[in-house]
C-alpha cells in the first residue's frame, strides 16, 4: 500500500512535481504515464526514497519513506532502473545475489533462503542460463531482466520499475510486463513509469497521467486513456479504439494537420 | 561457498608466494646467505606473546653471524616493505573500486601529497615543526585528505567526481608547496628528494609494527565493508536501493582506505604504482568481487613491494624503491594496457 501526498519536489526554482496525490493499494499495478519530463522518473525517485519531497510524504505501508533506513526501505520496495551501465565483470548471478544485501548481515554468509530466493528470481526472469556469464557481454534486454531479477530476489512487497520494457524487443515487453502482473497477482504491488500507453493499459489496474509535474488523471486505463486528456498531457491529437485483440484500449498519435482517415473520423466523434 | 574456498586458496598461494619472497629477498645482499637458512634465521626472529613474555617458538641452528645478518639487518626492511605493500594495496583496491575509476591510486584524495608537505617542511625545516618526520607526514597526509573530503561536501553529499577534482586540485596546490619549500631546502635537498622517492631504507622493527598495527584493523573493517563495496559499483543510485547508507558506507570507506595510506606513506615515502597496478592485475586475476580481490591485492602488493625493493638493493648504488615500482610497474601496466581490458573495472 503506497500512499502519496501533496508531494512537491523542487530543484531551485523548477518545480518538477506539484501537489500529486494518489494511493495504490495493495496487489495493485499503477502505470505512471506522462509526456517526457512530466515527473514520471520523479515520483518514482520519492517513492524509493532517492529523493525527498520538497513539501508532502510517501508512506509505504503507513511508514513514511524519508523515516527508513536505506536497509529498512531496500526491504519494502525494490528498484528496477532505467539504464544501468553494468561495465564491469561481474557475472550475472552475482548482480542478483547482490539483491539480496538488505537481507543480509555484514559479516554473515548467505543463507540457504538467500539462495533460494536467488535461484526463484533468476528462474521467474528467465535469467538462470545467464547467470555465469559477465554482464557487460549480455545484450540491453538481458540486461533488463538480470536487473529485474536482482529487485525479485529483494523479495519485497512493493516493485518500483522505470520504464523496464523501454529496451527489450515485442517478446520480452511481453514477458516482462505479463511476469509483473503475475508478481501483483501474487498480491504485489507495482508502479512503473510506462512510455508506451498501449503496453500500459493491458497490463496495469490503473493508470496515473501526469504532464508538467501535475498528475492530471488516475483511473482504469480506459477512463485514462481519452482524447481530450490526452491532448492536453501530450499536445498531439490521437485516437483512442479498442484493440480488436485485447480488448484494451489503444492509442495513435495523429499528425497536427492530419486529415484523419475517414474511417477514424466516422466514429470518433 | 565456492567464492571463500576461492578467497582462501588465493590467499594461501599468495600468503607463500610472499614467504618464500621474503626468503629470497633475505638471501640476496652483500653477502649472500643460502635461503634455508634465511628461512630458518627468519622462523628464529619469530615472537610470540605469552604471560610470561615474548617467547621465540622456533630454535633452529644458525650461525650467529648469518642470524645477525637476516634477523638484524635484512628483515626489518623486508617486513617493512611487506607491510607497506599490503597497505597500499589494500587502499589502491578500496579507491579504485570507489572511485569506479581505473586511475584512482592510494593518494588520489591528496593524501600521499599532504604526507610529502609534512615531510618535507620537517627535512627543511627541522626546528620550526614540532613533530617528527613520521608524524608531520602522517598528519598531513589526514590533513589532505580531510580538507579534499571537505572541500567535496555540498550538504551532506560528496559526489565522487567532486572528490576526484578537489583531490586533484588540492594535489596540485600542495605541489607548489612543496616546490617552494625545496627552494629553501639547500644541502637538505637531496634528503628531502630522497624522501619524496619513496624508499624502505631506515627500515626498523618500530616502523613494521607501527604500519601493521594500524594496516590490519582497518584492512579487517574495509574486508568487511567488501560486499557494501561490490554494491556501490552498481552506482550510488542502485546501491542506495539495495539498502546501502551510502554516504555513510563512502565516509567509511575513504577514511579508512585514506588512514592506511597515510600510515603507508608516512614511514616509506611516496611510493607510486603499486596501489595503481597491483589492484588491476588481481582484478584480471580473481574478477571484481572485492571479497575475494582485496586479500588478494593486498597479498600481491606485499609481494610485488618485497621483490622491487630487492632488485633496489641490488644495484651497485641503492635506489629508492619508488623509482624501481615506476621503473617496472609503468611498463607492465602498459602491456596489460593494451594486451587486455584494464580500461574497466
Redo the contacts between chains.
Keep these: 500500500m503506497i500512499e502519496v501526498d501533496d508531494v512537491c519536489v523542487e530543484f531551485g526554482d523548477a518545480t518538477v512535481l506539484r501537489d500529486v496525490s494518489l494511493s495504490v493499494g495493495e496487489g495493485s499495478f499503477l502505470a505512471l504515464v506522462g509526456p517526457n519530463g512530466a515527473g514520471k522518473t520523479t515520483l518514482l525517485r520519492t517513492l524509493?526514497?532517492?529523493l525527498e519531497p520538497t513539501a508532502g510524504r510517501v508512506t509505504v505501508d503507513g511508514a513514511d519513506v524519508t523515516g527508513l533506513?536505506?536497509?529498512?526501505?531496500?526491504?519494502r520496495?525494490?528498484?528496477v532502473?532505467q539504464e544501468?551501465h553494468?561495465?564491469?565483470?561481474?557475472d550475472a548471478r552475482?548482480?542478483v545475489e547482490?539483491?539480496r544485501?538488505?537481507h543480509?548481515t555484514?559479516?554473515g554468509?548467505a543463507s540457504e533462503g538467500d539462495r533460494e530466493a536467488v535461484e526463484r528470481a533468476l528462474d521467474r526472469t528467465e535469467t538462470a542460463a545467464l547467470a555465469d556469464r559477465p554482464v557487460?557481454e549480455l545484450s540491453g534486454g538481458e540486461r533488463q531482466r538480470v536487473l529485474l531479477a536482482?529487485a525479485l530476489a529483494?523479495e519485497t512487497p512493493v516493485l518500483v520499475l522505470d520504464e523496464p520494457t523501454a529496451s527489450l524487443d515485442i517478446n520480452h515487453q511481453l514477458a516482462t510486463l505479463s511476469l509483473v502482473r503475475g508478481l501483483v497477482d501474487e498480491g504485489r504491488t507495482a508502479v512503473a513509469a510506462i512510455h508506451d500507453l498501449d503496453l500500459a493499459a493491458r497490463f496495469c489496474d490503473r493508470m496515473a497521467l501526469l504532464a508538467d509535474g501535475e498528475l492530471l488523471t488516475v483511473g482504469t486505463p480506459g477512463a485514462v486513456l481519452t482524447s481530450e486528456r490526452l491532448a492536453s498531457a501530450y499536445g498531439v491529437p490521437t485516437a483512442v479504439r479498442e484493440n480488436p485483440v485485447t480488448g484494451t484500449p489503444t492509442v495513435t498519435a495523429l499528425e497536427r494537420e492530419q486529415r484523419v482517415s475517414r474511417r477514424v473520423e466516422a466514429d470518433d466523434d | 561457498?565456492y567464492r571463500?574456498a576461492r578467497a582462501a586458496a588465493w590467499s594461501g598461494g599468495l600468503g607463500s608466494t610472499l614467504f618464500v619472497t621474503m626468503v629470497v629477498a633475505a638471501s640476496v645482499g652483500s653477502v649472500a646467505i643460502d635461503p634455508v637458512v634465511v628461512a630458518k634465521a627468519m622462523l628464529n626472529a619469530v615472537v610470540l606473546p605469552t604471560t610470561s613474555g615474548w617467547v621465540h617458538p622456533f630454535a633452529f641452528d644458525v650461525a650467529q653471524s648469518s642470524q645477525v645478518i637476516v634477523a638484524r639487518l635484512r628483515l626489518p626492511r623486508i617486513a617493512l616493505g611487506a607491510a607497506v605493500g599490503f597497505a597500499l594495496g589494500t587502499a589502491g583496491t578500496v579507491m579504485q573500486g570507489f572511485f569506479r575509476n581505473p586511475m584512482a591510486d592510494p593518494s588520489i584524495i591528496g593524501v600521499s601529497t599532504g604526507a610529502a608537505v609534512g615531510a618535507v617542511a620537517v627535512i627543511v625545516f627541522p626546528f620550526a615543526v614540532p613533530f617528527s618526520l613520521q608524524w608531520a607526514a602522517f598528519l598531513g597526509a589526514l590533513v589532505a585528505g580531510f580538507a579534499v573530503y571537505l572541500i567535496a561536501n555540498q550538504g551532506g553529499r560528496t559526489p565522487v567526481a567532486t572528490l576526484l577534482l578537489a583531490g586533484v586540485a588540492v594535489q596540485t596546490f600542495l605541489g607548489a608547496i612543496i616546490s617552494f619549500l625545496l627552494l629553501f631546502a639547500g644541502e637538505s635537498l637531496q634528503r628531502a628528494v630522497y624522501w619524496l622517492m619513496g624508499h624502505l631504507h631506515n627500515a626498523g622493527w618500530g616502523k613494521v609494527g607501527v604500519v601493521l598495527v594500524v594496516a590490519v584493523p582497518t584492512f579487517a573493517l574495509l574486508w568487511?565493508?567488501a560486499?557494501d563495496l561490490?554494491?556501490l559499483?552498481?552506482?550510488e543510485?542502485?546501491a542506495?536501493?539495495?539498502?546501502?547508507?551510502?554516504e555513510r558506507t563512502k565516509v567509511v570507506l575513504l577514511a579508512a582506505a585514506s588512514l592506511v595510506t597515510a600510515v603507508a606513506v608516512s614511514v616509506a615515502g611516496v611510493i607510486g604504482f603499486v596501489g595503481l597496478v597491483v589492484p588491476h592485475v588481481m582484478r584480471l586475476l580473481v574478477?571484481?568481487?572485492h571479497r575475494v580481490l582485496l586479500p588478494t591485492a593486498a597479498l600481491a602488493g606485499a609481494v610485488f613491494l618485497v621483490a622491487t625493493d630487492t632488485v633496489a638493493r641490488m644495484g651497485p648504488a641503492e635506489l629508492p624503491v619508488g623509482i624501481v615500482t615506476a621503473a617496472l610497474g609503468a611498463p607492465f601496466f602498459l602491456y596489460l594496457l593494451r594486451e587486455r581490458e584494464v580500461h574497466?573495472?
Excluded: C, K, W
Design positions: 524509493n526514497g532517492l533506513s536505506a536497509r529498512e526501505l531496500a526491504r520496495v525494490a528498484t532502473p544501468n553494468l561495465g564491469f565483470d561481474f552475482s548482480i547482490m539483491g544485501t538488505p543480509r555484514r559479516l554468509g557487460g536482482r529483494q | 561457498m571463500r568487511a565493508y560486499r561490490n554494491v559499483l552498481l552506482g543510485e542502485d542506495h536501493a539495495l539498502g546501502i547508507e551510502v574478477g571484481p568481487d574497466e573495472l
